[in-house]
């Protein structure tokens, strides 16, 4: 639609030179807790992983 490609050759032409410049940008917010819940996922699976591929070696697994 007419209407949108002009709003983001608008953009673009506004922000462009946002992308080249060093040192601008500002750094993203991480939030902690998050994260945190997220290791504490992984964690989980990989000692469920671990367990399973201990215990399928026997019918022929890893």
Do not use: D
């Not at 902690?32 to 399973?52: C, Q, T």
């Amino acid at each position: 639609h007419p209407t949108m490609i002009h709003q983001w050759k608008r953009a673009l032409l506004e922000g462009a030179s946002g992308v080249f410049e060093r040192g601008g940008r500002k750094r993203p917010e991480i939030y902690e807790e998050p994260v945190k819940e997220l290791h504490a996922k992984i964690g989980e699976l990989a000692v469920a992983n671990s367990f399973l591929e201990r215990k399928l070696k026997p019918w022929g697994g890893k």
